[in-house]
């Protein structure tokens, strides 16, 4: 753990800029779909009718198949244009999630703005360093499955003493499959969120949990390193985690947070003062597959 103080004082510049100005929200326009594959969307050629030859199969046929058919370039233009549209989307209050109804499933970020000495390596005044970032898709939570999330994060926050209004929020409504995409191949690799990396739990409780988990269910389960750091929530788990896990979530929450401000880091450097073109369009809202 001592071999990480450089590395902490590196970062523990005190911020006196204000908290970041939030926008109003608005429930998202029928065209305010995003998709940045949609170049990959072209009409399939009708099957035809005939006999399939039996081949033997060669090194050729298992090779990877990508049918984007990008190379490393390109992927990283896409992944520096989705941050872009990203980062355009808001911010908006957590704390006014409760006014928020909206149909819709995409990916999202969640950035603290607080003055807890715990986070003041993520601390987030422009809204761009994510601290949680996560998807939905209409299968598991419903056509209003982003309004849902941003509520369920905000009854868990509530419960603690991080402060609901420390939060703010950005996201895009899109496709349950580019949300996965874009959660997978953007948002973990090149935000690196600590409560994904690092401090797991967080989004482990369900809304209905945070209301429904009965006693006798909470002492069957294991408090989460999220839980243990940040205790209030009432559907947690009640057995306590022991000395060795603390100590090792301390190891890894510290790690996590270094590894976290780096990483995005080197993403804005890569990010700001450039022109990412790659094709990035709007498509309907009701698409979903």
């Not at 005044?125 to 970032?133: E, F, N, T, V």
């Not at 100590?247 to 990010?271: H, P, V, Y």
Request: aromatic share 12%.
């Amino acid at each position: 753990m001592d071999d990480d103080g450089d590395d902490f004082s590196v970062y523990q510049a005190v911020h006196t800029k204000a908290l970041p100005k939030t926008v109003a929200f608005k429930p998202p326009p029928e065209d305010d779909f995003f998709d940045p594959t949609w170049f990959a969307s072209k009409p399939l050629k009708p099957l035809l009718a005939c006999r399939v030859p039996t081949i033997k199969a060669t090194v050729e046929h298992n090779q990877l198949y990508d049918p984007w058919g990008l190379d490393q370039a390109a992927q990283h233009r896409l992944h520096m244009s989705v941050l872009s549209k990203l980062f355009t989307q808001g911010p908006f209050a957590l704390s006014d999630v409760v006014n928020y109804d909206f149909e819709g499933n995409g990916f999202y970020i969640l950035c603290y703005c607080g003055d807890l000495p715990l986070y003041s390596l993520v601390r987030s005044l422009d809204a761009r360093c994510a601290i949680y970032g996560g998807r939905t898709s209409r299968k598991d939570e419903g056509e209003k499955g982003l309004c849902q999330r941003f509520r369920n994060h905000y009854n868990s926050i509530l419960q603690t003493d991080l402060g609901v209004e420390n939060f703010v929020f950005r996201y895009c409504v899109t496709s349950s499959c580019t949300a996965q995409y874009v959660e997978e191949g953007v948002l973990l690799p090149y935000l690196s969120p600590v409560w994904n990396k690092a401090l797991s739990g967080f989004g482990s409780i369900k809304p209905v949990d945070n209301f429904a988990r009965k006693a006798h269910e909470r002492r069957q389960m294991k408090k989460s390193a999220w839980d243990a750091w940040h205790p209030g929530r009432k559907a947690a788990g009640l057995i306590p985690r022991t000395l060795d896990e603390l100590a090792e979530d301390e190891l890894k929450l510290r790690a996590g947070l270094i590894s976290c401000r780096r990483r995005f880091d080197q993403t804005m450097e890569d990010l700001d003062g450039q022109v990412w073109s790659f094709p990035v369009q709007t498509l309907l809202v009701g698409a979903e597959p």
